[in-house]
């Protein structure tokens, strides 16, 4: 069929106008932060784990537990967690560990600890996780949160949310009269938003650590939960970001977590930290001693990942130092922010 001149420039012009809409981007800029619940629970499980552990000892665990999560001083980082995120100004943070804890008649709220210096910030999703509860003892309910800017409503709009938990997650045994049989529960959040009328998908993720030696199971359910995160949450034709503790060794290829970092580079993810800082360690794990100021971070395990016509231009680490008036570091993760630019593609 021979097209005529107002077919050429009609033609000319729907060319024209899909090239603006494809050529034209959004910055958005997302942190991923894994806050720290205040505990590795070492003395409950060594507890659980010895020999004919009596209810006594038990009990002294938790008062152990108890006192290393409150000298771990939630309130005084809460502040400090809140700083780096006032100062980075992102439009999206997603959060690790959000724990929420109860010791008889008291209550720790990290969460709402760290809104509570926010004020231009609101948690749209809160996924629960692994939990233990044991009535007049202790409550712990670690959680994933994803807090959106409030202060632009006109340019920043959430259309959907959603949360899931992971088929595959490593189990605990019973351990009566403590514990039921039970696992370690893990999952993801996420926000479908539109930024100046541009749509995209924010994702937070808190995988299994696959770095404990105790068992290579721990690897094994790791790459198992990214394979769900890719091909469930992640699997959208939507502009994507994807930020979270991934608990892959970015920096080391003979860690048996690069196999799980390099499957999502494998399905088209780019890591906005080695997209811009190619040369840069960007060191995010682990401050073991939260009052030491000589530790030095070793792994790169908190990741900011986009796909789907989202072109990563910035990235920075924040909080990977000790604040010297607190004579504390915010968290034993220092935190990653980065900013996409997001393609308008309709």
């Known amino acids: 069929m021979r097209l005529g001149k107002t077919h050429v420039s009609l033609l000319v012009v729907v060319l024209a106008v899909s090239s603006v809409y494809a050529s034209a981007s959004t910055p958005v800029k997302v942190m991923t932060y894994n806050v720290d619940e205040g505990t590795d629970f ?44 006032a100062a980075a100004n992102p439009d999206f943070v997603g959060l690790q560990e959000a724990a929420h804890w109860t010791f008889g008649d008291t209550q720790i709220d990290l969460l709402q600890l760290i809104l509570a210096y926010l004020p231009n910030y609101t948690a749209v999703v809160t996924v629960p996780e692994f939990q233990i509860n044991i009535p007049g003892l202790v409550g712990f309910m670690d959680r994933e949160a994803i ?65 404990n030696s105790t068992s290579p199971l721990f690897a ?9 995160l890719v091909y469930s949450p992640a699997l959208t034709i939507l502009p994507v970001i994807i930020g979270g503790d991934f608990n892959t060794v970015a920096n080391e290829p003979s860690n048996p977590t690069f196999a799980t970092y390099s499957f999502m580079l494998g399905n088209g993810f780019r890591d906005a930290w080695r997209t811009v800082n190619p040369s840069l360690p960007g060191l995010t794990c682990c401050e073991e001693l939260l009052t030491d100021p000589s530790f030095d971070l070793t792994q790169r395990l908190d990741q900011i990942f986009m796909r789907n016509h989202v072109t990563p231009t910035g990235a920075q680490v924040v ?19 980065a900013v996409g630019a997001v393609s308008r593609i309709f």
């Open 147 to 211: 807090l959106v800017r409030t202060d632009e409503p006109s340019v920043l709009q959430i259309v959907r949310t959603g949360q899931g938990h992971y088929a595959v997650q490593i189990p605990l045994p019973a351990l009566p009269p403590y514990l039921a049989a039970s696992s370690i529960t893990r999952g993801w959040g996420y926000v479908d938003a539109r930024m100046n009328g541009t749509p995209f998908r924010f994702i937070t993720t808190h995988l299994e650590d696959g770095t």
């Open 319 to 337: 909080g990977d130092q000790l604040d010297v008036d607190a004579n504390t570091w915010p968290s034993d993760h220092a935190a990653v922010v």
């Open 42 to 85: 070492a003395t409950i499980i060594a507890v659980l784990t010895s020999s004919n552990p009596t209810a006594a000892q038990f009990q002294q665990a938790v008062l152990a537990t108890e006192n290393e999560v409150i000298t771990s001083n939630p309130l005084g980082r809460a502040a400090l967690i809140a700083g780096e995120i």
């Open 220 to 228: 094994y359910v790791q790459a198992l939960q990214e394979i769900q």
